[in-house]
């Protein structure tokens, strides 16, 4: 363990220690339903750290972290997040759950409900809790906006932009939103290759200059059919622009004994639009059987303009790379539940989805030759993948005593994929996925969870074509023969609660993991090796994960609070390469979050900062191994107010330590597995300080 970490951890341990015990002692939390599943709290709980929008008020819930719902998971049984509004879930693949809260004001929510384990009137769909805010009967408009002015490194500003406006007509409520978006962040890295005996090759020196602009309109309806019938409309959209421009100079062998040897030059144009619209139908036959029909249409493209890359020795052009790509994805989803609370203690949901997907990939490389442009092949860069899916699903949930819950489900889905271009395929697979959770709070304030599931990850459409990343000089060729990874995830978890606004929970797991995720070894046939996406057998994973929520009174620190997360993994799986035993891809050992807040309401001012931070990481390539490293973690800070206008003003830095993002790649001649180092080459990017000037308000 590091000394940071080792510091941050005890750090965290003692201030829990100290505070914890004196809230246990003196809090006698107000609206608590302390002796069930459902603690209760109070808008005037939160008045303390001066929210805004439900948002703020989600994200000081004390023990509860917002999980948006997995919007990239194969269909919608999986796309729930762990927040209810009103007592039903909002959340679709169109529109997320911090995008919904966002648009809420404070003042139109009664209170707030976490609801710790199971019960009939409310399925937790995997998740250890959920929170169900509670609004008051809204008529008339409200409305929230959010702008925000960043200063980037290279002084370059930038600007995010979000409003909305609900406007309800008696039953009917009409909601419209709007976010503009343009960023414009310049990236300063280093580059210096060596040989494998440590003697330099080459020093490089880039500036690349990023802009990102996007317009994202949204709309929602929800309004009833009927007395028992209730239908909602999500509809989201986005149209957006990346352009880069990276120039290099390149000193051969390093900067402080030659002079210039070559300069690049990398442009690149990306272009692309989204849109998704989620149809969800609620009916109530009768106080105990229900039915919700959910209509999902989603399209999406990208439009790569000819990205260059361009080298002059010094001045005049001595070589050019030309890569033109082109994607257009699309998603149409059906399902259908069906409810029955049986009575107080069980419900049955039964389920059944049908779904179909597609992505087409144009890809197309080209390298100056004589001073003409020819095209590289390469495998597998035009191709249309098809994904016809289907699943039949049965949960249950039993209340078996008022201390005890039981939840469990079944699903079986049957899928049939297709590849047609440079590549013809045809694959079909079948997955039984069945998951169990048992609840038990032996006191009031503590809780303890068990649960066993089977995952499959949804299919990354990508991956079955061809990509090509000049700025890393990386060929990924695609894989027709590329599986969905699977897993059965065993977990234990407890919380302990330290009266209303006080916790820490402690989760241990294991994944056993089949047809893991990664990188394999492809040849084209012509004695070319390539790096492919790929399933590279069977592995494990443990983790252990530490959350806790502490006011910091008894340290003195009136009004604050501190919030963390510290996760430790360790991954193996046998490298398909080497055939030894190593971690997975991209896997970090440690992680942890810190954030740290504190309210002055007398003088309407409150400061924070937060703090992230990860261990170093690898990945393993056919010819080459990446080490990763975030020497100093990211630490952000803020001062805001609230005294004018209502409105809160927000005064911060992100970045401070300007901690640069390193990478160590080692590059092998032939296989790695042969261990004959060809260079190495040593990265650092820094992105700089960003401050910004953020106003809020809702009302």
Do not use: C
């Amino acid at each position: 363990m590091s000394v940071r970490l080792a510091a941050s951890l005890a750090l965290s341990v003692s201030v829990t220690a100290l505070s914890l015990p004196a809230h246990a002692q003196e809090a006698t939390p107000p609206a608590t339903r302390a002796n069930t599943a459902i603690i209760g709290y109070e808008a005037v709980f939160f008045d303390q750290f001066a929210p805004v929008t439900a948002l703020d008020m989600i994200s000081r819930l004390p023990g509860f972290s917002l999980n948006d719902g997995d919007t990239q998971s194969r269909g919608l049984a999986d796309a729930f997040g762990n927040l209810l509004i009103n007592g039903a879930r909002p959340s679709d693949k169109s529109i997320g759950l911090g995008t919904i809260l966002s648009r809420i004001p404070a003042d139109q929510v009664l209170s707030i409900q976490l609801i710790r384990e199971p019960v009939p009137e409310y399925e937790m769909r995997g998740h250890g809790q959920l929170a169900n805010v509670i609004l008051r009967e809204s008529s008339g408009m409200a409305s929230s906006f959010d702008a925000r002015i960043n200063y980037f490194n290279g002084q370059r500003l930038g600007s995010r932009v979000q409003g909305s406006v609900t406007r309800s007509f008696g039953d009917l409520e009409l909601t419209g939103a709007l976010t503009v978006n343009w960023r414009g962040p310049r990236v300063l890295r280093e580059d210096r290759d060596f040989n494998a005996d440590g003697s330099p090759i080459q020093e490089a020196y880039d500036s690349e200059q990023r802009t990102f602009r996007s317009l994202m309109p949204s709309f929602s309806v929800v309004t009833p059919l009927g007395a028992n019938t209730r239908l909602r409309v999500n509809t989201s959209g986005e149209v957006w622009d990346w352009n880069r421009r990276q120039r290099t100079e390149v000193y051969v062998p390093t900067r402080d004994t030659s002079p210039l040897s070559r300069f690049e030059v990398l442009d690149t144009r990306n272009e692309g639009w989204f849109f998704s619209t989620t149809a969800t139908l609620n009916h109530d036959f009768s106080d105990a059987l229900s039915s919700q029909t959910v209509l999902l249409v989603s399209r999406d493209g990208q439009d790569n303009q000819p990205e260059t890359f361009t080298t002059f020795d010094p001045v005049s052009i001595t070589d050019q790379v030309v890569v033109d790509f082109a994607n257009e994805g699309e998603e149409t989803a059906l399902r259908q539940n069906l409810t029955w609370t049986v009575n107080d203690r069980h419900s049955l949901e039964f389920g059944a989805e049908a779904a179909f997907n597609a992505n087409e990939n144009e890809l197309a490389l080209s390298e100056l030759s004589g001073g003409v442009l020819v095209p590289i092949d390469l495998p597998v860069a035009s191709t249309r993948v098809e994904e016809r899916r289907s699943e039949l699903s049965v949960r249950h949930v039993w209340g078996v005593t008022e201390r005890l819950s039981l939840e469990s489900g079944l699903r079986y889905e049957t899928s049939e994929i297709s590849q047609s271009g440079d590549a013809e395929q045809e694959t079909s697979f079948s997955f039984l996925k069945p998951e169990i959770s048992l609840t038990w709070r032996p006191t009031d304030q503590r809780r303890w969870r068990f649960a066993l599931e089977r995952n499959v990850d949804q299919l990354s459409f990508g991956k079955f074509a061809s990509s090509v990343d000049l700025t890393s000089e990386q060929i990924n060729v695609g894989n027709p023969d590329y599986r969905p990874q699977t897993d059965w995830t065993l977990e234990a978890q407890l919380e302990q609660r330290f009266g209303e606004d006080a916790s820490a929970t402690v989760t241990v797991g294991r994944v056993w993991v089949q047809d893991l995720d990664d990188f394999i070894v492809v040849s084209d046939g012509n004695g070319n090796v390539f790096d492919a996406p790929g399933n590279i057998g069977n592995g494990t994973l443990d983790r252990v994960t530490l959350e806790w929520t502490t006011p910091l009174d008894r340290l003195g620190l009136r009004n604050a609070t501190l919030d963390g997360f510290l996760e430790w993994y360790n991954s193996n799986v046998t490298d398909p390469v080497t055939g030894l035993d190593r971690a997975w891809s991209g896997i970090r050992e440690w992680e942890t979050r810190l954030d740290f807040r504190q309210t002055f309401p007398e003088s309407q001012v409150a400061w924070g900062w937060d703090y992230f931070w990860l261990s170093d990481g690898a990945v393993y390539r056919a010819r080459e191994f990446r080490e990763l490293t975030f020497p100093k973690g990211d630490f952000d800070i803020y001062v805001e107010t609230t005294r004018w206008f209502g409105l809160t003003t927000r005064l911060g830095a992100d970045f401070i330590f300007d901690s640069p993002e390193e990478m160590r790649r080692t590059f092998y001649t032939g296989s790695r597995a042969d261990g004959v180092i060809s260079r190495v080459r040593e990265t650092e990017a820094k992105q700089g300080v960003t401050a910004y000037l953020q106003v809020r308000g809702a009302f």
